[in-house]
DNA sequence: CCGCATCCTTCAAGATACTG
DNA sequence: CAGTATCTTGAAGGATGCGG
């Protein structure tokens, strides 16, 4: 414990880090980060196949999301000095650790998606 | 596989039920769901308790996250035919489930925050 | 005490056009 | 090919006042 601003108003998930706790649930959250980082785990993509790949992505928050896990060291970017110009994208072992955590959202989602569904279905039922 | 429009532009992440998976994530980036459910890990609680707990959350917020929770099945709602009125919010077993995936992904965000912010120092030194 | 309804602000993200 | 530079918008979230 190295005695970062503990202020605990919030069960134990926000014990010290609160800030991080909440920027890495943004990026969850977010748009194209997960996807993003999904579709490098099976090795290095160029800008324009991960424009390819992606469903209706814009320019601007391709080149964003990737900015960012850059910066974060989730992704590593290798710009090749060719013309045409050439640039890679790939997982770092941080990012492949973020797809691990993301993947097993996922799964849960997978797993669940029915009994929320009914769940919802109930829900709707009884406001009758 | 029960056939549901697989649709895989993406991964394996998207598979089927790729909605789910958005409206997961989309939950998880929210700013309130994931701490009321952390602050219904130790017992039930009330309205009243968890407008305290919660940093500077408005009534709007908290009873829209906390209908959408109970719509979903990961809370139930009990009120008591009392004056003043007492409501108590509890987690349901789906609820702790969902709580589970949660704390996994704060816990991943504590391991590495440290990391992750010696990779954006190291990034802002590069760019000048 | 426990909410709902309304208005208002802010910001993530899309559309579009242009450059090295 | 791989971006950058603006403009615009839709929805999330905050503030406030009222109702059962």
């Not at 605990?8 to 943004?26: I, P």
């Not at 209706?56 to 060719?82: C, F, K, N, W």
């Not at 990012?95 to 993947?103: K, M, P, V």
Request: glycine share 8%; aromatic share 6%.
């Amino acid at each position: 414990m190295t005695s970062v601003t503990t202020r605990d108003a919030c069960g134990e998930l926000e014990m010290a880090n609160g800030d991080f706790v909440r920027q890495l649930l943004d990026r969850v959250g977010d748009k194209w980060t997960v996807l993003v980082v999904a579709n490098l785990k099976q090795g290095p993509r160029r800008y324009s196949g991960l424009q390819q790949i992606l469903p209706g992505i814009s320019q601007r928050m391709l080149t964003l999301t990737l900015r960012q896990l850059g910066q974060d060291g989730l992704i590593t970017r290798t710009a090749y000095g060719e013309v045409p110009p050439r640039v890679e994208y790939t997982l770092t072992p941080l990012g492949q650790s973020f797809l691990g955590i993301a993947t097993s959202l996922v799964e849960w989602a997978s797993a669940h998606s029915a009994e929320i569904t009914r769940n919802r279905a109930q829900a709707s039922d009884d406001r009758d």
